[in-house]
């Protein structure tokens, strides 16, 4: 059972557009963090967010922590290709040092 | 942010032999690095947590004597494969709590090549 399931798997849009990628649990986290890994290298981190119901922005990115502390949403407004990449997805929950991982979402942004 | 570097970024080596993968907090101390395994176009698989001082905690199916972790200072933890196989190649990343916080850091990765 996955502990944190991302959606959409696979996006692709064409620049310009608008897009949210989610990240859902059944489970509590106490921190979640947003990543973004382009292939070959190590991820990125975006953002974390730590309050329930924290919304973030970063430029044309804008990050959501869900109230009950068990989601969070990523949107990008504008897509452009150089957001292309592998978005994961990052919880931890109290008294754990280890991150959960989603399985990620492959976004494609074409010119 | 703070910085987190791997070295080697690549390497290949024989089948048999033994390959050390060092991780580096450059501009942090910490106390707690993790090692990650990821497959081509897959997630992160966490493998180990390495703690300063003390022996690594394994995740279940990780072999501690294939993947040997040391963590001898603040700033370094290495990842040795032993007797590496084929099957052992794979991208390994390196990560770092950020002063014990909610933050982590992860290293650029290291490609294993095993022929």
């Known amino acids: 059972t996955q502990l944190l399931e991302q959606s959409p798997q696979f996006l692709s849009i064409q620049e310009g557009e608008n897009l949210t990628v989610y990240c859902n649990s059944s489970s509590v986290f106490s921190s979640l963090q947003w990543y973004r890994q382009e292939p070959g290298e190590g991820p990125v981190l975006l953002v974390t967010v730590v309050t329930g119901g924290e919304v973030k922005k970063l430029k044309r990115l804008t990050f959501q922590f869900g109230d009950a502390r068990k989601d969070s949403s990523l949107h990008i407004t504008a897509a452009q290709p150089g957001d292309t990449g592998l978005y994961l997805c990052a919880g931890a929950q109290g008294g754990s040092e280890k991150l959960v991982f989603g399985k990620g979402t492959k976004l494609t942004v074409n010119p | 942010g703070a910085v987190v570097s791997q070295h080697p970024s690549r390497v290949i080596c024989k089948s048999g032999t033994s390959v050390k993968i060092e991780c580096r907090s450059l501009?942090?101390?910490?106390?707690?690095m993790f090692w990650y395994r990821q497959f081509p176009k897959q997630s992160l698989m966490l493998m180990a947590t390495?703690?300063?001082?003390?022996?690594?905690?394994?995740e279940q199916g990780v072999e501690k004597d294939k993947f040997l972790i040391n963590h001898a200072s603040l700033t370094l933890s290495t990842l040795t494969v032993t007797s590496a196989h084929p099957e052992d190649s794979s991208f390994y990343i390196c990560?770092?709590?950020?002063?014990?916080?909610?933050?982590?850091?992860f290293g650029e990765g290291s490609w294993l090549t095993v022929v």
């Open positions: 990560s770092a709590r950020y002063r014990n916080g909610n933050t982590i850091y």
């Open positions: 390495s703690n300063e001082g003390s022996k690594a905690t394994y």
């Open positions: 501009d942090f101390q910490a106390t707690t």
